[in-house]
Each structure stands twice: as structure tokens, then as C-alpha cells.
């Protein structure tokens, strides 16, 4: 009998082992869905809690401790229902962006440059600057944001910001400084650089925007972003409600494998508003479907589309 319970006890452990080696293999090959939309399968009674209650927007994250001039304090005071609107209008991306930014560690104060960018639109489109975080194509193309069939990576929301927090972390690697990683997603790179060059030939010892020279432009920019951050900080203050969100992702990936042809056609399988399948997947800028790439679908419609796919799929018919 001792020697079966052993037995028993070494197939156990190693079912368990095999079984976490295939987890690991899984987790690499979608790292972006595992585990941002992991959080699906947190406790029910943490999905219920609001996004405003989460890690992800707690006060320990606002980690600059910005002071407001009394010309960022009327700029905040001015904009304040402008950043109220757009964070109704694009409440399905909050989740997301806020995730990102807390599993990258990086401040919370810098979800306030895609507001200022665009007011999180990723359709977004400024003298050459496209999408919610407002890149030029060479930087899109840097950060991964590729051109395809019916699909442009630079309006897609969710890879946009990914390449925009990987771009902020590169910035902050090279300039070790915040205020400067603003001004250096206005201004450039290398311009920051340079001047922060030309301030050190000088014999400047402290460098700071107090010692360095930079444009009166990017200064009105990151002028702009502090009160944005602020208004997110305190939004009692500034009279202003954040939309009601849950604190899990609203969406999931589906592979459709070339499975559907149209965007309309996978609102019409999952029962979703195709005006919100739209706003999921605005890489996309036509009703035809990229057939190498998932979509994203509101987390309710997602198991009614699979299963949709599935019952296509067993009686061979075409989409």
C-alpha cells in the first residue's frame, strides 16, 4: 500500500509539472492577451470592484508630485470638462491603458499625454501625427507599428499604447527625468539631448528644466500634461465624475483565422454593436478583416461569437 501511495504521489507530481510547463508555453505565445486579459479569471469579487478602487489608479501610483503654477492651475480648471468627455467617450479604453501603465511601472501622471495627444482617440490624425498617441510613421515604425492588408498598427488603440509606454521607458532609460521625457515626446529626442549637451558645456552642474533650454513650445506642452495628470488626480476637485468601470479587461481576443471576412459579419455572429467592435478593433479602417490577426470582442459577445465560429466550422460553411 506504501509503495502504490508513493507511486500515485510521483504520476501526481508529474501530471503537475507537465501541466505547468504547458502553461509556460502557452503564456509566451500571446504575451499581450495572457496576461493583461488574465485579469478575466481574477476572484468575481475583485472584477466587481471599479477600476477607480484597483491598483491600477491607486494614489501611490501618482509618483511625481507635481506642483501646479498658478497658469497650469487655469489650464487644468479650463480643460477640466474637456477631459471629463473624452474619458466617457473612450471609457472602454481606461482599463487597458491604466493596466499597462501600472505593469510597466510607469507613472500614473503619464496617461495624461494621450489626452492631451488626441483625448484617447485613436483615430486621431494631426499634421502627420496619427492615432491616440499621435506618432509620426517613422517612430510608429520603430516601436513596431506596422502598415498591413486592411489594418494600420499606428489607429490601433491598444498596440499604440503599448509602443507609446515602451517608448516612454526608452526615453526615461536615456534622460533619467520625467518633465524631460515630456518635453521629449513633443520636441524630440534629440533635440532634449542636445540641449541638455549644450547646458553641460556650460559648466552646469544641477540639470533640470530650471537649468536647460529647451522650446517655449514644449514647455507649454508639459504645462499642459501636468494639469491633465492633475485633473486625474483630483477629479473631485476639478468637478468632474470618472466613468463607471469595472476593474477587468471589457474585452478578449478571438482568433478568427480567416473564419470572417468583415467586421460586420462578426457583429452580426457575436451580437455586439458594430460601432463598439469598431472602437476594439480601430486598426482597422475598412469593414474588411486582416485574416492573420485576432480581434477583440466585448467580453460577453466573445464565447457567443466562438461558439458562432465553431458551429460554422463543423457544418463547412463559408462566412
Not at 80 to 106: C, G, I, M, P, Q
Request: hydrophobic content about 35%; some cysteine.
Amino acid at each position: 500500500m506504501i509503495k502504490q501511495s508513493k507511486l500515485f504521489l510521483i504520476i501526481a507530481i508529474c501530471i503537475s509539472v507537465l501541466t505547468l510547463s504547458g502553461c509556460s508555453v502557452n503564456r509566451t505565445s500571446d504575451s499581450m492577451s495572457l496576461s493583461y486579459e488574465s485579469q478575466t479569471r481574477q476572484p468575481k469579487q475583485l472584477q466587481s470592484t471599479s477600476l477607480w478602487e484597483s491598483e491600477h489608479w491607486h494614489e501611490k501610483r501618482f509618483t511625481l508630485d507635481w506642483k501646479l503654477t498658478d497658469q497650469e492651475k487655469r489650464i487644468a480648471k479650463n480643460f477640466a470638462r474637456t477631459v471629463h468627455s473624452n474619458l466617457n467617450r473612450n471609457d472602454f479604453y481606461l482599463h487597458y491603458l491604466l493596466s499597462k501603465l501600472n505593469e510597466e511601472n510607469v507613472p500614473l501622471e503619464m496617461a495624461a499625454i494621450p489626452l492631451v495627444e488626441s483625448g484617447l482617440n485613436p483615430h486621431a490624425y494631426h499634421g502627420g501625427a496619427h492615432g491616440a498617441w499621435q506618432f509620426i510613421r517613422a517612430t510608429g515604425r520603430s516601436l513596431g507599428l506596422e502598415k498591413q492588408d486592411h489594418y494600420d498598427g499606428i489607429y490601433d488603440f491598444f498596440a499604440s499604447t503599448d509602443a507609446g509606454i515602451k517608448y516612454l521607458k526608452k526615453l526615461y532609460n536615456d534622460l533619467g527625468d520625467w518633465e524631460f521625457v515630456v518635453i521629449a515626446y513633443n520636441q524630440g529626442e534629440y533635440g532634449v539631448k542636445k540641449a541638455i549637451e549644450r547646458a553641460k558645456k556650460k559648466g552646469t552642474k544641477n540639470i533640470s528644466l530650471d537649468t536647460v533650454r529647451v522650446a517655449r513650445q514644449s514647455r507649454a506642452y508639459l504645462s499642459r500634461v501636468k494639469a491633465f495628470a492633475d485633473i486625474l488626480k483630483q477629479p473631485d476637485f476639478y468637478n468632474i465624475k470618472l466613468p463607471n468601470i469595472k476593474n477587468r479587461p471589457p474585452f478578449r481576443k478571438v482568433e478568427i483565422a480567416g473564419r470572417v471576412n468583415s467586421l460586420k459579419k462578426v457583429a452580426e455572429l457575436s451580437g455586439a454593436n458594430i460601432d463598439l467592435i469598431k472602437k476594439l478593433n480601430s486598426g482597422y479602417r475598412t469593414d474588411k478583416i486582416n485574416p492573420n490577426r485576432a480581434l477583440y470582442i466585448p467580453l460577453k459577445h466573445a464565447k457567443v461569437l466562438e461558439k458562432a465560429l465553431e458551429e460554422k466550422d463543423s457544418g463547412k460553411e463559408k462566412l
